[in-house]
Structures are given as C-alpha cells and as structure tokens.
C-alpha cells in the first residue's frame, strides 16, 4: 500500500510540476517575465530540477537586465547538460552584462591535456563510454574463444587488447572528471559591488572589488568568509552573503 502511496506521490508531483513549466512558459511568451519566474522557482521549490528550468529561469533575468541570476540559472543548467550549445551561447550573452572582466590564464602542460580530454564529456557519459566498450570486449572474448582458425583467434585477440586499452582510459578519465567535479567549487557574485580582502576580517585591506554576475570559484571557508580565487588567479576573502555557490 505505501508503494502505490509513493507512486500516487510522484505521479502526481510530476504532473504538477510539468503544469507549472507549461504556465511558465506561457507566461514568458507573454512578456510576464516576473512572473513566470515565480512559476519555475515553484517547480525548484518542490524539489524537481531540470536543465530546461534552469535555462528557462536564466532567460527571464536576462530579459530582466538581472546579470548575476542570469548566469548562476544558466551555469546551473549547464552543470545538468554541459554540452548543450544553445545553454553555452546564452550564458555568453550573460557574462557579457557583468561588468568585471576577467582574463582567464591559459593552463599549460600534461595538466591541460589531461583536463581538455577529460571534460569533453560528463563523468556520467564516460562510465556509459566504459560499458559500450566493456560489452564490445565481451563480444570480442566470445568471438576469440569460439573461433575455430589461428588468423581469427588473432583478430579477435588484437581487438580484445585494443578494447581493454579503451576500456581502462574511459574508466580513469571518468573518474578524473568526477574528482574534478566534485573539488571545484563555482560561485556567482550576486550584491552589486563586494570588497575582497587580503584577509578573512572587516578590518584588512581591499585587494580588489568583485560586481554581480562575476564567476569565482571557492577554495575554502572560515567563519563568515570565503576565499575565492578568480580566472586569472587573483584571490582573496569575500563575505559568505556576497556569492551564490553553483553546486
């Protein structure tokens, strides 16, 4: 009877979420942008989340001139669908409404190849990557112990070897990429203008000032500071009320 509840539960939280998405929606092409975004944050209230929510919020404060929950809604989607063109362009758009502009240093080296390699695909899509290739080197191991000639027995062992080489670097590389994710620690400004200290107090001198919609990533946390660190390499404290952290 509790399973038949939970199922009833869901159903119906679903239902209800995807009616709040459609008069959201509905309430965007209209140009009541204020309000639909009261509808979809309803559906991230409840507890549902999806890339399209995320997206479609980010919309509505772009068109509301609102930069820093513009790009934390659009970051947010992107985190769900990393390689959705349509979700990168429009927080491009975004960014280019804050007014920090911040030089990204160039990452050189093994560390920069392993990184672009690794972040070509969600962690998720390269453990999927692993099966495809550890059901190929099933088939392969079928195809070598069934095989009745010499000259199959090599082919099929050859494409054994190639297969387990693919296999092992799908599994690292998905696991890179999960460590990665789970270390970096992406934040939005989201007050208009923020002194960043050298020191995690009221008291120590500015280093530099941060505006809303500015990307950080936090290093670590003490009491009611953060330190941050930005693209170009830049640190420093900044008030825990100041940023929105991404995940």
């Known amino acids: 009877m509790k399973k038949l509840f939970y199922i009833f539960l869901l159903f119906t939280q679903v239902f209800w979420a995807q009616e709040a998405f459609e008069k959201g929606n509905s309430l965007y092409e209209k140009g009541k942008y204020q309000e639909a975004i009261v509808a979809y944050e309803s559906i991230l209230k409840s507890g549902e989340e999806s890339a399209e929510v995320y997206f479609n919020l980010g919309n509505c404060y772009y068109k509301l001139n609102e930069v820093a929950p513009a790009v934390y809604n659009f970051e947010k989607a992107l985190l769900l669908q990393p390689n959705d063109s349509e979700i990168q362009n429009n927080l491009e758009f975004a960014r280019k409404m804050a007014i920090d502009e911040i030089v990204e240093v160039?990452?050189?080296?093994?560390?920069?190849?392993?990184?672009?390699?690794?972040?070509?695909?969600?962690?998720?899509?390269?453990?999927?990557?692993?099966?495809?290739?550890?059901?190929f080197f099933l088939f392969s191991f079928v195809g070598y112990y069934f095989s009745t000639t010499t000259s199959l027995k090599r082919v099929f062992f050859s494409g054994m070897i190639l297969l387990l080489l693919f296999l092992s670097v799908s599994i690292l590389a998905g696991f890179f990429e999960q460590s990665r994710y789970q270390n970096e620690k992406p934040a939005i400004v989201f007050v208009d203008t923020v002194a960043v200290k050298s020191e995690p107090n009221s008291a120590?001198?500015?280093?530099?000032?941060?505006?809303?919609g500015t990307k950080v990533y936090?290093?670590?946390?003490?009491?009611n500071y953060k330190k941050i660190q930005l693209q170009d390499q830049k640190e420093g404290w900044i008030e825990k009320s100041a940023v929105k952290e991404i995940k």
């Open 106 to 135: 160039p990452k050189v080296g093994f560390y920069k190849i392993l990184t672009d390699f690794t972040s070509a695909f969600h962690y998720d899509t390269w453990a999927w990557i692993a099966i495809i290739f550890a059901v």
């Open 204 to 212: 120590a001198p500015n280093a530099f000032t941060l505006h809303a």
């Open 218 to 223: 936090v290093l670590e946390t003490l009491h």
